[in-house]
């Protein structure tokens, strides 16, 4: 089942004011589908109050769409045989419901692992691993245009494999023999220059 499969799957299941638009992304240790609402959304005096009025309308509309998500989660992770998180975005606020928290191995040398221990002392997070996470989150919030830019392009990539579809060979390429001749004529052009 390819992403827009799975983007299908989830607008054929849902209100479709609820997905009109859906964001997929497939993890070798899950997906994560991100509903995108067609909600009109209140204008509120400052970014603070609209930011806070986004986030209000995305916990409304997890709750209430709790169950209708589950079970579509459940029919995926039976095809996909990977778990399903949800997310929502709503205006300029985006929040992830249940995704994995899985471990990664990392070697840090004496000043990344200062960092870290400078952020627990001053009590901005409580063990080197929630430090890292939270320096992760900063560094993803400081460079968001330039990771989108990377994925963006990566995206172009995974395309471009795609449309490649290799074949088997029956033997060995047939490879012609470098003329001596040629690369004489080459080096004189070279020296002419």
Partial sequence: MQVEDIKATVQSRLPAT???????????DEVVIVLHPDIELPQADTPDQQRRSEQALIAQQREATRTQRIKVAKE???????????GMRIGESEMLFTTRSAP????????????????????????????LAYTVRAFALEHGEWLAEVREALEQVRQVRARLKPSRRSGAPVITPFNNSDAADTDAQEEGE
């Fill in 104 to 131: 990664v191995m990392t070697r840090l040398g004496r000043v990344e692992r200062d960092v870290l221990d400078t952020l627990v002392a001053a009590g901005v997070a409580e063990t080197r691993s929630s430090a």
């Fill in 76 to 86: 995926l992770q039976r095809i996909l045989k990977l778990p399903i998180a949800w």
């Fill in 18 to 28: 609820l997905a009109s638009k859906v964001y997929v992304a497939v993890y070798p």
